[in-house]
């Protein structure tokens, strides 16, 4: 795996992974940017939120569940000080679905945060990661 940050001007930058895809970061005009696009740390919280997301999905979907939808609200608590790392990250999984089972869904966001999201499993290791889920049936 690799990716690849090519600095444009000011505090913006373009990053791009190994399969082609791009993004714009950029910081707030405070810190020499002109806010056009996501800051690193939001790109980190994002990486998150998306890999336990795709856990998730895959787990009830391999389970033959008929899931119609997930969101993950991800939010994060940094410290006071330089640097300023994250202190807590909970993700909120919202799953949505026809006959979609409480316990299917708890055990889905289990096993992503216990065995196979890299990135959270990574983060834990210095941050306070927690998880929920509420079931909204369709």
Not at 1 to 8: D, E, G, P, S
Not at 51 to 64: E, H, W
């Amino acid at each position: 795996m690799q990716a690849t940050i090519k600095w444009v001007d000011g505090m913006m930058f373009v990053g791009e992974t190994g399969s082609g895809h791009a993004v714009v970061i950029d910081g707030p005009p405070d810190h020499g940017g002109r806010n056009i696009g996501m800051r690193p740390m939001e790109l980190l919280l994002l990486g998150v939120g998306a890999c336990s997301s795709f856990d998730v999905v895959q787990i009830l979907q391999k389970g033959r569940n008929d899931v119609t939808d997930c969101t993950a609200e991800v939010t994060a608590e940094r410290v006071d000080a330089i640097p300023s790392v994250f202190s807590k990250i909970h993700l909120h999984f919202k799953v949505s679905g026809h006959d979609l089972k409480e316990s299917a869904v708890e055990r889905a966001v289990k096993l992503s945060a216990e065995k196979y999201c890299s990135a959270s499993i990574m983060l834990s290791k210095a941050v306070e990661i927690t998880h929920d889920f509420e079931v909204i049936e369709v």
